[in-house]
């Protein structure tokens, strides 16, 4: 069983930064990854990055890349993503996601999924 638990959300101007949290409950010798998915309104989710639990790879989507960066703290079972130079269309509900799979970029392969945390960037 997977528990996701996520945090860090808020309200902040164009230009400023974030940083979001997501808790992880699993007990597994599997290799998983976790990644931040996002959905604005009235749009699709979409991905944002992904990191690999045990090597620490990371995986950007285009428009995030440069200016955001997901990380692992392995003790805490932690991952975050460190949103900077954030502009008005990173506005969106933010999702941690879980997957046993090797796909990162597709939703379709993650199984587990955290509430959703709402980030609004102001102009």
């Known amino acids: 069983q997977v528990h996701l638990v996520e945090s860090g959300g808020g309200l902040v101007q164009a230009g400023g930064s974030l940083r979001l949290s997501c808790v992880v409950s699993?007990?597994?010798?599997?290799?998983?990854?976790m990644a931040w998915f996002r959905q604005a309104p009235g749009k699709d989710r979409e991905f944002a990055a992904a990191?690999?639990?045990?090597?620490?790879?990371?995986y950007y989507a285009d428009a995030v890349k440069g200016r955001f960066t997901i990380s692992r703290d392995t003790p805490k079972s932690t991952v975050y993503l460190q949103m900077n130079s954030l502009k008005t269309e990173d506005k969106a509900v933010y999702y941690c996601?879980?997957?046993?799979?090797?796909?990162?970029?597709?939703?379709?392969?993650?199984?587990?999924w955290g509430q959703g945390t709402q980030v609004t960037v102001s102009s």
């Open positions: 996601a879980f997957t046993f799979g090797r796909d990162y970029y597709a939703q379709g392969s993650y199984d587990y």
């Open positions: 699993v007990r597994t010798f599997r290799t998983y990854a």
């Open positions: 990191i690999t639990w045990s090597r620490g790879d990371t």
